[in-house]
Nanobody, 125 residues
Framework: AQDLAEYGGGEVQAGGSLRLSCVAS????????MGWFRQSPGKPREGIAA???????RYADSVKGRFTISKDNAQNIFYLQMNSLKSEDTAMYYC???????????????????WGQGTQVTVST
């Protein structure tokens, strides 16, 4: 079974919005931090938004002010609200999570042991 499952990808016009969801049903333990990552063809997977219960959320410069990461504590679901989408936001989006006491909101792939399979976001002009 997959650790995490992403929902909400699709195609949207430039300037539009999408909200991605991440359900952590396969994670053993309480999710204490999570992140959203994306990967375009030919590029490495990059961290774009990170949440940690201890510290303020962190964003990559490329999405700051446009994307918001949040958590629904009651349902253990994470979200990525994406506004003012641009063509360069086109990518496969992944959510990732961890259960250890990581004291930072990390954008590093290596800090995350649990991953989803990804959902495609395509922004058309």
């Amino acid at each position: 079974a997959q650790d995490l499952a992403e929902y909400g990808g699709g195609e949207v016009q430039a300037g539009g919005s999408l909200r991605l969801s991440c359900v952590a049903s396969g994670v053993s333990g309480t999710t204490t931090y999570m992140g959203w990552f994306r990967q375009s063809p030919g590029k490495p997977r990059e961290g774009i938004a990170a949440w940690n219960w201890r510290v303020p959320s962190r964003y990559a410069d490329s999405v700051k002010g446009r994307f918001t990461i949040s958590k629904d504590n009651a349902q253990n679901i994470f979200y990525l609200q994406m506004n003012s989408l641009k063509s360069e936001d086109t990518a496969m989006y992944y959510c990732a999570a961890g259960v250890l006491d990581l004291r930072v909101a990390s954008l590093a792939n290596a800090d995350y042991p649990y991953w989803g399979q990804g959902t495609q976001v395509t922004v058309s002009t």
